[in-house]
């Protein structure tokens, strides 16, 4: 990575109990992002997900995570709302000339976000498309929109007062069970799950591994551009996305030292001590090869 680059990034390296996080903001997704539609319906989800499938605890209290779906004309992107704020008030932390202090600060307090991925359908036009940063290496991985097989049920409940029919599929490796609501005829959901008759307002896939339930949705009054970042991105096939998350959760340190040669990594744990690798519980979403 050379010094142009460098700049473009503001690292952090932020130790909470024993476990370090390695936080990096992509100054450049901020300022340099292009407007891809116009969002007319914003929906807001509560992800629940187990990362850590060893721990009891956490099977039985899973992470949670506040999920952000813009649906456009033609385009939608679902992204994480503690991941992008973190990012937007770090920034502008940045730009001010914050402490290094203040800085640590902010980010320990909006939290820190495992769902780094933004997920934009129907871009370019039949695709997907994922962009995420691992470390500082900048993403993009872009494939088929592929509709799930869904099979419509006849059982039905009530989400947000809005009536819902029962849906369930297999798709990328999980059973999934959703329930969609056509009073609002718009064929879009959490993630990458699409291609029913209405807005999806719950889904789960059979493992309780993963979880979406809107909490929230509001029309689009002013004109609110979908914003994406793609320059500078390297791009992946699936296969080769897959891999690199294992290599990133297996060795974090490793992985920064492999990609960015050129930048000193020195974590310590909260004694001061140093750590020269440590590994992440990894629980794909994706689980088909």
Sequence with gaps: MNKRNLLSLLLLMIVIGTKAQINIIDLNAVF?????????????????????????????????????????QKVSKCYSYTFYLRDSVLTADYKAGASQETITQHAQAYGYSSVSYQIFKNHPMGKV???????????????????PEWQLHPDTMTILSYPCQKATCRFRGRDYTAWY???????????????????????????????????GLEQSRDAMPILIHTKGREKLSRKELDNMYERFYSDPIGF????????????????GNPIKKFSEPYNPIEINK
Excluded at 65 to 71: F, R
Excluded at 201 to 208: F, H, N, T
Excluded at 256 to 271: F, L, Y
């Design 181 to 215: 609501t056509m009073d609002i005829p718009v064929s879009d959901g959490p993630w990458k799950l699409y291609g029913l008759p209405g807005l999806i307002l719950k889904a789960e896939d059979s493992s309780g591994h993963f979880s979406f339930t809107c909490t």
């Design 256 to 271: 920064m030292e492999a990609t960015s040669p050129n930048v000193k990594i020195n974590i310590t744990d909260g004694q």
């Design 32 to 72: 340099q992002s292009d407007s891809i539609d116009q969002a007319r319906l914003v929906v807001q989800y509560e992800m629940k997900y187990v990362k850590d499938t060893t721990d009891e605890k956490q099977l039985l209290d899973p992470l949670k995570e506040t999920l952000m779906l813009e649906i456009g």
């Design 129 to 147: 498309t994922t962009i995420d940063r691992l470390a500082t290496t900048n993403i993009l991985c872009e494939e088929d929109n592929e509709r």
